[in-house]
């Protein structure tokens, strides 16, 4: 089963010609999800539509352009979080590899934990979606950080980021 988690943490890696190959089939795999919202399925077809429109060298750009040139906008949480050279970092983000090994969790080679679609990977492994809220709870501070910067740029990946956020506000999943 596709979760909204596994379809954000996708929308939000760098577009590779596999992912503009299924554009049908993800749009398919969201309608036919009982578990996403009407609303966060509306803001995911979007973003499709839009990204669909453009050629993959387009978003790729686009992409470049939204996460890789300003820090501001990176995907990488504890950015947000510490001070570059803020000590606390490190550790954090060998907590976070270790809990993800805790679990079973396999991180790709040269993949910092604390970047948001792994995590988004991870949150979707979980078995309910309480368990989710709470892991995304700790997040939510970051990611409204990115989407605030991203919504200046009015930046079309700034509605995907809201919905994560959300999902992390929410403690009561029948909201």
Do not use: C
Request: no cysteine; proline share 3%; charged share 25%.
């Amino acid at each position: 089963m596709i979760t909204i988690y596994k379809v954000i943490s996708l929308l939000l890696e760098y577009p590779k010609q596999e992912l503009v190959d299924h554009w049908d089939e993800v749009q398919h795999s969201i309608s036919e999800q009982t578990t996403i919202s009407h609303e966060d399925k509306q803001v995911l077809n979007r973003f499709i539509d839009w990204a669909s429109s453009l050629s993959l060298t387009k978003l790729q750009a686009n992409y470049v352009d939204n996460f890789d040139l300003k820090a501001a906008h990176s995907l990488y949480l504890t950015y947000h979080l510490f001070d570059e050279q803020d000590r606390n970092r490190g550790p954090a983000l060998i907590e976070l590899s270790e809990l993800y090994k805790s679990t079973g969790f396999e991180v790709g080679d040269g993949e910092l934990p604390d970047y948001l679609p792994l995590i988004l990977e991870y949150v979707a492994t979980m078995e309910d979606e309480s368990s989710a809220r709470e892991f995304l709870q700790q997040t939510a501070q970051a990611v409204d950080i990115i989407a605030s910067n991203l919504e200046k740029l009015d930046s079309p990946y700034a509605p995907l980021l809201r919905i994560v956020e959300s999902h992390g506000l929410l403690t009561d999943i029948a909201a």
